[in-house]
C-alpha cells in the first residue's frame, strides 16, 4: 500500500524551537512554514521534515496576485494559503497545529491522525464506548455502522483548554490533566467548535477549509473581527460534510498546550464576533443544501447563507467565493 502524504501546516510568527519536541514525529512529513511576515524572518527547520516549505505574505501575494487579500495577516487564519499549497502539491492528509503546542507521552501523533481519518462513522446512532481503540457495542445494528467516511479528526488538549475570554477568566487556574485515549462521532446534524491548534483532515476538503477573514488585510486594516475564523470554518464545513454523508471525529490525538494567549486582548478581540456567532448558528440550522459534489456545495452554501447586513460580510462573501474557485 502507498504510504499517505502528510502535510504538516504551521502557522507562526516566532522562532520554531518548539519543533525539537516534535523531531520523531514529523521525519516522514511535508512542513508548510505559513511565516505571518512579509518577508522571511525565521529560519527554515529542515531537519524535523522530509521536505520543508516555507511560505510568507511576498509568497501569498505572488501566488494569488489581486485576490491575496482573501487570505488573513495577523492572524492564525493565515494557515488557510497552508492547506491550499498542500493540496496543490497532493497531500493526502493535512495536519495543522500551533506553535505552543507539544506532543503527549505515549501517543503516536501522527498514526493516531491517520487512523481517525480511515474510519467510517455509523449512521443515526450514536456509540456510547468513546474509546482510542474503536468498537461498536451490543444492540448497535448492523445495517448502519460504518456508513459516513471521516473527512476530520479533531484532536484535543492537555493543560489549557480552548476556552473564550469569559470562560478563561472564570477557570482561570484550571490545568486540565492527561485524558484517557477516547475518539466520538460528531453527531449528524451537530455543529462543533473547531480548534485549528491539533486539526487534521482529508485534503480532498481543502474547499471546505478556508478560515474567513480576521486580523488585517494586506493594507493593514484590521477586518473587524478575531479568533473566530477557525470557529466559523468549521460551522460552514460541518454543514456541508453532514449534507454529502460524511462524518467528523473528535478526541484523540491530544497535544500539550502549554501557553494560554491574553485574556484582557481576547475580550476585545472576541467581542463583536459574539453575537455573529449566535446568528450564524441560527442561520446554519435552517439552511438547506441540494448539491451532490462538494465545491458545488460550497458555492451553494456562499450564496444561500443569511450574513449580517454589513461591509465585512460583503468581503467575505466575495473571498468565500474566490477560494472556492482555486480549486474548480
Not at 505572488?62 to 499549497?85: T, V
Not at 462521532?185 to 491539533?198: D, E, I, R, T
Not at 454543514?239 to 494567549?261: C, E, Q, R, T, Y
Request: glycine share 6%; charged share 25%; aromatic share 14%.
Amino acid at each position: 500500500m502507498r504510504q499517505k502524504k502528510i502535510a504538516i501546516v504551521i502557522p507562526t510568527i516566532r522562532n520554531l524551537d518548539f519543533l525539537k519536541y516534535w523531531k520523531n514525529h514529523f521525519y516522514n512529513c511535508a512542513g508548510f512554514i505559513i511565516e505571518d511576515h512579509k518577508s522571511k524572518e525565521i529560519n527554515t527547520p529542515k531537519k524535523y521534515f522530509q521536505k520543508v516549505y516555507h511560505y510568507t505574505w511576498q509568497d501569498i501575494d505572488n501566488e494569488l496576485g489581486k485576490n491575496s487579500w482573501i487570505i488573513s495577516r495577523k492572524n492564525a487564519g493565515i494557515r488557510s494559503f497552508g492547506f491550499l499549497k498542500a493540496f496543490q502539491l497532493k497531500a493526502d492528509i493535512v495536519i495543522t497545529l500551533d506553535d505552543d503546542c507539544y506532543p503527549v507521552t505515549g501517543q503516536n501523533f501522527i498514526n493516531e491522525h491517520v487512523e481517525n481519518l480511515s474510519l467510517s462513522a455509523p449512521d443515526g446512532w450514536h456509540p456510547t464506548y468513546p474509546h482510542r481503540q474503536y468498537y461498536y457495542t451490543r444492540g448497535i445494528p448492523y445495517a448502519i455502522r460504518g456508513k459516513r467516511e471521516v473527512v476530520v479528526s479533531h484532536g484535543l488538549w492537555k493543560n489549557i483548554l480552548d476556552f473564550d475570554a469569559p470562560t478563561q477568566l472564570l477557570h482561570q487556574d484550571l490545568s486540565i490533566p492527561d485524558s484517557f485515549p477516547f475518539i466520538e462521532f460528531v453527531p449528524k446534524g451537530y455543529l462543533f467548535p473547531m480548534c485549528s491548534m491539533n486539526l487534521a483532515f482529508k485534503s480532498k476538503i481543502t474547499p471546505l477549509m478556508y478560515f474567513p477573514l480576521m486580523g488585517y488585510d494586506p493594507l493593514g486594516n484590521h477586518w473587524g473581527y478575531d479568533r473566530f475564523d477557525d470557529i466559523w470554518a468549521g460551522m460552514f464545513a460541518k454543514k456541508i460534510i453532514d449534507h454529502l454523508g460524511m462524518a467528523v471525529v473528535n478526541g484523540s490525538p491530544f497535544v500539550d498546550h502549554k501557553k494560554a494567549s491574553d485574556v484582557f486582548q481576547n475580550l476585545k478581540k472576541e467581542a463583536k464576533g459574539i453575537e455573529t456567532n449566535e446568528f450564524l448558528n441560527s442561520q446554519l440550522a435552517h439552511l438547506i443544501l441540494k448539491s451532490t459534489a462538494l465545491v458545488d456545495c460550497y458555492e451553494e452554501l456562499v450564496e444561500k447563507v443569511k450574513f449580517p447586513k454589513d461591509d465585512y460580510f460583503k468581503d467575505l462573501r466575495t473571498a468565500m467565493k474566490i477560494w472556492v474557485k482555486l480549486f474548480r
